[in-house]
Antibody, heavy 128, light 108 residues
């Protein structure tokens, strides 16, 4: 079973850039049926999807964060990364990386998507 | 964006009872575009159900989903101690992907 592991600074100063990396334990990062997402969760609150990247490098992100988010992938190193610029206290959260699997179902003519693998999460605190 | 509203916020039940969790979407989505996750304290969410009736690996058949249009339900039959957790619905119908705010199933 694939394992995902987030890494990066646990403390970032306001107005600076939050940088996190997710390491993927197997070669699924090169697989065409997957995309790779970042999701965050403020303490005691719900989940917010930040954005995703496909193996080929195309990205999609939440409009609420889009201008501040950059997601990149390095398939050779089996990692994908998140940069979030101009952070404020509102960006304090546990950040998860997750694999989105999509497989086509002939019966419905649709893709079945799900976040089937998650990292354990890493707490990032924005504070001076 | 599609807003998902879960109810109730908290469900107080005993082991062996049935839990019925609701997820309402702000616009019509296919049940095939919904997924459900379980999150225990201090842990990452765990995939439970996706693509209408698909259970993730290791998920027992006491978990089931139903619904259509804008109203969906996750049912947990015969609650076991390990089922007491927070549950989230999530949609893949339209980007940005969104989650409901969660329903906590707690011991009565």
């Amino acid at each position: 079973q694939v394992r995902l592991q987030e890494s990066g600074p646990g403390l970032v100063k306001p107005s600076q850039t939050l940088s996190l990396t997710c390491s993927v334990s197997d070669d699924s990062i090169t697989g065409g049926t997957y995309s790779w997402s970042w999701i965050r969760q403020p303490a005691g609150k719900g989940l917010e999807w930040i954005g995703r990247i496909y193996t080929g490098g195309s990205t999609d992100s939440n409009p609420s964060l889009k201008s501040r988010v950059t997601i990149t992938v390095d398939t050779a190193k089996k990692v994908f990364s998140l940069k979030l610029t101009s952070v404020t206290a509102a960006d304090t959260a546990v950040y998860f990386c997750a694999r989105e699997t999509a497989d086509y179902t002939v019966l419905t003519g649709k893709y079945n998507r799900r976040f089937d693998q998650w990292g354990q999460g890493t707490l990032v605190t924005v504070s001076s | 964006e599609i807003v998902l509203t879960q109810s109730p916020g908290t469900l107080s039940l005993s082991s062996g009872e049935r839990a019925t969790l609701s997820c309402r979407a702000s616009q019509s989505v296919s049940i095939s575009d919904l997924a459900w996750y379980q999150q225990r304290p201090g842990q990452a969410p765990r995939l439970l159900m996706y693509g209408a009736s698909n259970r993730a690996a290791g998920v027992p058949d006491r978990f089931s989903v139903s619904g259509s249009g804008t109203d969906f339900t996750l049912t947990i039959n015969r609650l076991e101690p390990e089922d007491f957790a927070v549950y989230y619905c999530q949609q893949f119908a339209m980007s940005p992907w969104t989650f409901g705010q969660g329903t906590k199933v707690e011991f009565k």
